[in-house]
């Protein structure tokens, strides 16, 4: 059994583009896990193998590998930087104990990594800064540490000073023992003297190391006020406690793409990140009594584990992948404490890029996969039934664009059973009907995200998505009041038809549809035919009048009307209803209705200005605003139609430093010259 000590379970997050993918590949080529090295410019990278990915050079999905450092297994979990895939990063971090953070030393903190440093401090993952990128022109170390230091509360301090930059970056200074690593090939490193050059600022940075760690814990800093430093053996000791507790973060430089300065990398991340043991128990609840519960990260503890993906293999189907937090798993029966039903499993494995590695047994810190189960999806809890615990999951981000979809050559039902297949999968993605406008919509967090849909849809299931911009389901009503009558009278030989009502009709209050009143006194309709007179206005209703669109909110009162002994009919009444609603209607200053949403936009304070001056050419109304840390957040009420393709809007507007979230409001009344417009589209279409 592999010792818990000796296991690290670390997710790597950064901005798109920072190198996370290059550093997983470097790291696992560098701790012999991988033969070559692959690139994710020429599409090789072990982790990025998706076609999809390949074709984009971006990372979609999370990935996952391992490697074996100093008799250490580390278990990697390479996460997107594309906000299109952020949810993916999102599940990452919830399982992950500890976080490898990347920088890269050219652009150095971007807007997005903002949103990575959030999920390190939400989660309280101790974090391993890594300045990536240093063999790259204009790459500045220093100014990167500083970006750093001025974005965030991460207390970064560097451990790893690199000697020279550019394409003369030929090694590191190890701060905590005072060593110069130069580098050699195959990404290895030999011990040399510190340059002369450098003694000064290498000096510096480690007294500053030193003053960091000793602010950590009240015991060192006495020491360090009284002598003025700390032993090796403290210095040690002390930072190890601080990096596992989230009380420093600290910095190393490397270059993934060249292999230089690994493996010092790799010593930090078993020198100075917990393994699962040294983590907080996990926290979650009893699922019958709701009493909270809690888990270590050991062996002997009850087994329990989390759910955060589910992938289609085209190998082994559908796959089920789960971080152990606590026991031990073997055998081939687990208890899924979500679902309260035990499932059976074959085979457990460990994931090796798009590969599978078979295991006989997992430990806390693993991250492991079994096959074609029935029940277990995304979020489960799976423990032992003697011992349940169910663990919080987390809710995939709202989606934040739609568009209605159809077959490029008419195959639908593929299509949706194709989409069906990868709601599994992917969370973030949302497939409903519309019933008002008759359009299927697939909804997702972005316009790539949804054209990555399409992309695997038509290379897997060989089918054809076409995305068009949704209709928005306005609906009519009347502001005025009127009587009609509305006669039908038909005579060609034979029995004819005759239907003959007057109707007064009203607006009621928003959101109370119809409502039908009988007022006839006497026999002028006879009673069997009056439910007709309403069953004709209610089809006509459906339809609308004036835009096509569904007419509500309505009062009729039925108060007059004749009949005729033979040719009166049900349906003569039915159509007399309908003849005399339309007419009505034209009568009684017909308006066009629009869906109002509530709208929530997170936005840096930079962008407020911008963003309220948008809001308002879209017709929208600011409710309120609040602060939280850099962040404004705005409430307002706008129009659907206004918002249909926000998200787009949103973040070149702001950088991708903006966030929202939408939901149907209540129906107010279209402005005349823009219902003018849409009833004029309609007639055209007509």
């Not at 990697?76 to 594309?82: E, S």
């Not at 494995?349 to 029940?375: C, D, N, S």
């Not at 930079?606 to 948008?614: A, L, T």
């Amino acid at each position: 059994m592999q010792d818990v000590q000796q296991i690290r379970n670390v997710v790597i997050l950064g901005h798109g583009n920072s190198g996370k993918s290059t550093l997983a590949e470097a790291l696992l080529f560098t701790a012999g896990s991988l033969k070559r090295v692959g690139k994710v410019d020429d599409g090789t990278s072990s982790m990025d193998f998706e076609p999809e990915e390949i074709k984009r050079q971006i990372s979609i999905s999370a990935a996952f590998n391992h490697l074996s450092w100093k008799k250490n297994d580390i278990y990697l979990i390479d996460t997107p930087g594309d906000d299109n895939f952020f949810n993916e990063t999102r599940f990452a971090a919830q399982v992950a104990d500890s976080a490898i953070l990347t920088v890269g030393a050219v652009l150095g903190v971007r807007a997005q990594t903002e949103k990575f440093v959030d999920l390190i401090e939400r989660n309280n993952l101790p974090c391993l800064i890594c300045v990536t990128k240093m063999d790259r022109e204009r790459a500045n170390f220093q100014k990167t540490v500083d970006g750093i230091k001025e974005a965030f509360h991460l207390n970064p301090v560097i451990v790893s000073l690199p000697i020279g930059a550019e394409d003369q970056f030929q090694g590191v200074v190890d701060l905590v023992a005072n060593t110069a690593w130069f580098f050699v090939e195959g990404g290895k490193v030999k011990a040399g003297e510190i340059p002369s050059d450098m003694a000064a600022e290498v000096t510096a940075l480690r007294d500053n190391l030193m003053e960091y760690v000793a602010e950590t814990d009240d015991e060192l800093i006495e020491k360090f006020l009284e002598e003025g430093m700390l032993t090796d053996e403290e210095l040690t000791a002390g930072l190890k406690a601080a990096v596992r507790a989230a009380k420093i973060a600290p910095v190393c430089a490397c270059s993934g793409l060249n292999n230089r300065g690994l493996s010092v990398i790799l010593d930090a991340m078993v020198n100075l990140l917990p393994s699962p043991d040294q983590r907080p128990a996990r926290v979650g609840t009893h699922p019958k009594s709701g009493a909270t519960l809690e888990r270590l990260g050991t062996a002997d503890a009850p087994f329990s584990a989390l759910v955060f993906k589910t992938m289609a293999d085209p190998f082994a189907g559908r796959l089920t992948i789960f971080r152990v937090f606590s026991g031990t798993l073997k055998g081939d029966t687990f208890y899924n404490a979500t679902k309260t039903t035990s499932e059976r499993f074959g085979q457990l494995y460990i994931m090796a890029g798009k590969e599978q590695k078979p295991v006989e047994q997992a430990v806390p810190g693993m991250v492991v996969a079994v096959a074609k189960l029935k029940e277990t999806t995304t979020g489960d809890t799976l423990c032992e039934e003697a011992k349940p615990i169910v663990y919080q999951a987390l809710q995939p981000l709202p989606t934040v664009i739609a568009y209605a979809v159809s077959a490029k050559k008419g195959d639908e039902e593929k299509l949706f059973s194709s989409i069906t297949r990868l709601l599994d999968e992917d969370l973030t993605l949302k497939l409903i009907r519309e019933q008002q406008t008759h359009e299927t919509l697939i909804s997702g967090v972005g316009q790539v995200h949804l054209e990555v849909v399409g992309e695997k849809i038509k290379r897997k299931f060989g089918v054809e998505m076409e995305l068009r911009t949704p209709r928005v389901p306005y609906r009519e009503t009347l502001k005025g009041k009127v009587t009609v009558q509305g006669k039908h009278k038909k005579q060609s030989g034979g029995r004819g038809q005759f239907g003959d009502c007057t109707i007064e009709m009203e607006p009621l209050a928003r959101g109370e549809y119809f409502q039908f009143v009988d007022k006839i006194i006497g026999g002028v309709v006879p009673q069997q035919y009056r439910p007709a007179v309403e069953k004709g206005i209610l089809e006509a209703m459906e339809k609308g009048v004036i835009a096509g669109y569904p007419f509500v909110d309505l009062k009729v009162s039925l108060i007059d009307g004749s009949y005729h002994n033979v040719d009166s009919s049900e349906m003569a009444f039915k159509i007399a209803g309908s003849l005399a609603f339309k007419k009505g209607v034209l009568q009684a200053q017909p308006i066009l209705l629009e869906p109002i949403m509530e709208l929530e936009v997170r936005v840096h304070k930079d962008f407020v200005g911008d963003v309220m001056g948008d809001l308002n050419s879209r017709r929208g109304r600011v409710l309120g605003m609040d602060s939280s840390d850099k962040y404004e957040i705005i409430n307002a009420h706008i129009p659907q139609a206004e918002v249909l393709l926000y998200a787009l809007d949103l973040t070149s507007m702001t950088g991708g430093r903006g966030t929202f979230t939408v939901k149907f409001s209540h129906y107010e009344e279209v402005p005349a010259q823009i219902a003018e417009k849409i009833v004029a589209d309609y007639k055209v279409e007509e």
